[in-house]
């Protein structure tokens, strides 16, 4: 007989509709202070041929290996990240150097540093560049000895005023399900910023969840060592280090960081036997924060604000790890009205900021589907269809609706559920006292779910099924694609906010031609959604981009 839990995995339906995923280990008790030898794996790509010409070179094993980032930018700072891989025997440290320039050749240089690495840290560099000018694209490039890393381009926030602002969304990247299509089409996008809303990788041994791409290493991931090796094989990735290369990331994480339908006190699939969860989690924090460019000014805590001047606010929040109490069924609910998904500190933190914001746009980002996902029942009533989501807090949602009601333009960003959706969020969608979706009356906000970069939905009639029943029993569900990868663009002006989202064909080597799929307008001080048939033009002043993009490595 197969195991549910195993059924679920092999048929793509993890983490979707009334399914729970699956996934977790153990940690190795290794402190997280500790120097650790360099384990990752940087061995060449063991097909290096690609469709559109003659094999290419083996992957360097030394030097730049894993490309270059940058992320949390405001008006005079932002993060860039790379990370040096030395020769053995192995030093104890190295020093790397950074040039920051205004030209893609390097020419008009505006900052110089040295930092030095160490095993400490996974030999990994982040540096806060300092004293730069408000809404400008800068070029930089790190060096240590003879190696010299990808140029990459980056871009500080506005401090004031900006007619006009475009932001990539993307989540879920299962590097077993597939090929990053998705990031190599983002980095060729003029966009000022990438939000990336959770499971930039995933924790599950080679197998246990896809099987187009083998895992490094080959087991769940529970150590330091192991979330190490996880990320160096996905920066190795060259359609991973080209949208990286060329575009800032805004960053927040969701279960498959540390380990699937993870909350506060534990996850689904960790118990006892694998050791304590808060030292599980405290060495996924520490990898997390070692290869993304972000800032964090307590340990595990990344909910954060950045402005992007007067029109946008982004509100980045954790609903996974930070405060969510443990996910309940549907017997339970309603039973403790104090039950949070971001815990009391951080629901106070973002009451206050929405209601302090004067930004025209308040953009959260966040992980899992705030608006309702309902299935009809038997007796003709309505019941959630995923606990996991803010459906399974629905005491908590009553709260984030009191903060946004009332609050100019708030526009929630969601991943997670590997699928397109456009939601109009209202209180009771059902009661047409409250909520007429005609007009869009009894809307406080909206909300828009990105699909996986590779993360399987449902495809075929069962897809469509799916979708039809959302439709069916959500009449504030405009959209839903489950079929689909792909990701959003979001489009902003003082008057409205333009979104557009795009599909590709296919996550196979063969596949990955991109379309624009619907599009949609938000105006200004009206919280609704009204369709869009085209998607918005780019800028016709986009900044070059950064040179040589690594080229792609498909197998044939």
Same mark, same amino acid.
């Given at each position: 007989?197969?195991?549910?839990?195993?059924?679920?995995?092999?048929?793509?339906?993890?983490?979707?509709?009334?399914?729970?995923?699956?996934?977790?280990?153990?940690?190795?008790?290794?402190?997280?202070?500790?120097?650790?030898?360099?384990?990752?794996?940087?061995?060449?790509?063991?097909?290096?041929?690609?469709?559109?010409?003659?094999?290419?070179? !083996?992957? !360097?094993?030394?030097?730049?290996?894993?490309?270059?980032?940058?992320?949390?930018?405001?008006?005079?700072?932002?993060?860039?990240?790379?990370?040096?891989?030395?020769?053995?025997?192995?030093?104890?440290?190295?020093?790397?150097?950074?040039?920051?320039?205004?030209?893609?050749?390097?020419?008009?240089?505006?900052?110089?540093?040295?930092?030095?690495?160490?095993?400490?840290?996974?030999?990994?560099? @982040?540096?806060?560049?300092?004293?730069?000018?408000?809404?400008?694209?800068?070029?930089?490039?790190?060096?240590?000895?003879?190696?010299?890393?990808?140029?990459?381009?980056?871009?500080?926030?506005?401090?004031?005023?900006?007619?006009?602002?475009?932001?990539?969304?993307?989540?879920?990247?299962?590097?077993?399900?597939?090929?990053?299509?998705?990031?190599?089409?983002?980095?060729?996008?003029?966009?000022?910023?990438?939000?990336?809303?959770?499971?930039?990788?995933?924790?599950?041994?080679?197998?246990?969840?896809?099987?187009?791409?083998?895992?490094?290493?080959?087991?769940?991931?529970?150590?330091?060592?192991?979330?190490?090796?996880?990320?160096?094989?996905?920066?190795?990735?060259?359609?991973?280090?080209?949208?990286?290369?060329?575009? !800032?990331?805004?960053?927040?994480?969701?279960?498959?960081?540390?380990?699937?339908?993870?909350?506060?006190?534990?996850?689904?699939?960790?118990?006892?036997?694998?050791?304590?969860?808060?030292?599980?989690?405290?060495?996924?924090?520490?990898?997390?924060?070692?290869?993304?460019?972000?800032?964090?000014?307590?340990?595990? @805590?990344?909910?954060? @604000?950045?402005?992007?001047?007067?029109?946008?606010?982004?509100?980045?929040?954790?609903?996974?790890?930070?405060?969510?109490?443990?996910?309940?069924?549907?017997?339970?609910?309603?039973?403790?009205?104090?039950?949070?998904?971001?815990?009391?500190?951080?629901?106070?933190?973002?009451?206050?900021?929405?209601?302090?914001?004067?930004?025209?746009?308040?953009?959260?980002?966040?992980?899992?589907?705030?608006?309702?996902?309902?299935?009809?029942?038997?007796?003709?009533?309505?019941?959630?269809?995923?606990?996991?989501?803010?459906?399974?807090?629905?005491?908590?949602?009553?709260?984030?609706?009191?903060?946004?009601?009332?609050?100019?333009?708030?526009?929630?960003?969601?991943?997670?559920?590997?699928?397109?959706?456009?939601?109009?969020?209202?209180?009771?969608?059902?009661?047409?006292?409250?909520?007429?979706?005609?007009?869009?009356?009894?809307?406080?906000?909206?909300?828009?779910?990105?699909?996986?970069?590779?993360?399987?939905?449902?495809?075929?009639?069962?897809?469509?099924?799916?979708?039809?029943?959302?439709?069916?029993?959500?009449?504030?569900?405009?959209?839903?694609?489950?079929?689909?990868?792909?990701?959003?663009?979001?489009?902003?002006?003082?008057?409205?906010?333009?979104?557009?989202?795009?599909?590709?064909?296919?996550?196979?080597?063969?596949?990955?031609?991109?379309?624009?799929?619907?599009?949609?307008?938000?105006?200004?001080?009206?919280?609704?959604?009204?369709?869009?048939?085209?998607?918005?033009?780019?800028?016709?002043?986009?900044?070059?981009?950064?040179?040589?993009?690594?080229?792609?490595?498909?197998?044939?």
């Amino acid at each position: 007989m197969i195991k549910r839990r195993d059924w679920l995995k092999r048929t793509g339906l993890v983490g979707l509709g009334t399914v729970v995923g699956v996934g977790c280990g153990d940690d190795d008790g290794t402190p997280i202070d500790a120097a650790v030898p360099d384990v990752s794996s940087d061995a060449p790509v063991a097909d290096a041929g690609t469709d559109a010409g003659p094999p290419l070179p !083996p992957l !360097p094993t030394v030097g730049f290996v894993h490309g270059v980032a940058s992320g949390d930018p405001v008006p005079d700072a932002v993060v860039l990240w790379t990370r040096f891989t030395p020769d053995a025997p192995l030093p104890a440290d190295a020093d790397v150097d950074l040039i920051v320039a205004t030209d893609a050749a390097l020419t008009d240089v505006v900052l110089t540093d040295t930092v030095t690495t160490d095993a400490s840290r996974d030999w990994t560099v @982040k540096i806060d560049a300092a004293g730069l000018d408000p809404s400008t694209t800068y070029y930089f490039q790190f060096q240590s000895g003879a190696f010299s890393s990808l140029v990459g381009r980056t871009k500080t926030a506005p401090a004031l005023e900006v007619d006009r602002l475009r932001f990539a969304v993307m989540s879920c990247a299962s590097l077993a399900h597939g090929y990053f299509h998705v990031y190599r089409h983002v980095s060729e996008l003029d966009v000022d910023a990438c939000l990336f809303l959770g499971d930039y990788i995933y924790e599950y041994a080679t197998g246990g969840y896809g099987d187009e791409r083998p895992y490094e290493p080959d087991h769940e991931i529970v150590s330091i060592e192991d979330y190490r090796r996880r990320y160096a094989q996905y920066r190795r990735d060259p359609d991973l280090q080209a949208v990286h290369q060329q575009h !800032p990331f805004l960053c927040v994480w969701d279960d498959h960081e540390s380990a699937n339908n993870a909350h506060r006190d534990g996850a689904e699939n960790h118990d006892a036997s694998e050791g304590d969860w808060g030292a599980r989690k405290a060495v996924a924090y520490q990898a997390y924060l070692e290869w993304m460019p972000i800032r964090s000014d307590e340990p595990g @805590k990344i909910w954060r @604000k950045l402005s992007y001047g007067t029109m946008a606010d982004i509100l980045l929040l954790d609903t996974r790890l930070w405060g969510r109490d443990e996910q309940i069924g549907r017997a339970e609910l309603g039973l403790d009205p104090t039950r949070s998904i971001l815990g009391a500190d951080q629901e106070l933190w973002l009451a206050e900021q929405l209601a302090e914001s004067t930004a025209t746009w308040k953009l959260l980002g966040q992980q899992v589907m705030v608006g309702q996902w309902d299935s009809e029942s038997s007796d003709g009533g309505y019941i959630p269809t995923n606990y996991d989501q803010w459906d399974g807090y629905p005491d908590a949602r009553r709260r984030l609706f009191e903060a946004l009601d009332g609050v100019d333009n708030p526009v929630v960003l969601t991943g997670d559920i590997h699928s397109h959706w456009a939601l109009e969020l209202t209180a009771d969608p059902h009661d047409p006292g409250r909520y007429d979706p005609d007009t869009g009356m009894g809307s406080i906000g909206v909300e828009f779910v990105t699909s996986g970069v590779t993360s399987p939905g449902v495809e075929g009639i069962v897809g469509t099924a799916i979708e039809n029943a959302a439709y069916d029993a959500n009449p504030h569900i405009r959209y839903v694609n489950f079929k689909q990868r792909g990701w959003i663009v979001l489009d902003l002006s003082a008057g409205e906010l333009l979104t557009d989202y795009f599909v590709v064909d296919g996550v196979r080597a063969d596949q990955g031609e991109a379309s624009f799929a619907i599009g949609y307008t938000v105006a200004s001080g009206l919280p609704r959604l009204v369709e869009r048939t085209a998607p918005s033009p780019a800028r016709t002043d986009a900044p070059p981009f950064a040179p040589d993009p690594p080229p792609r490595r498909l197998p044939r």
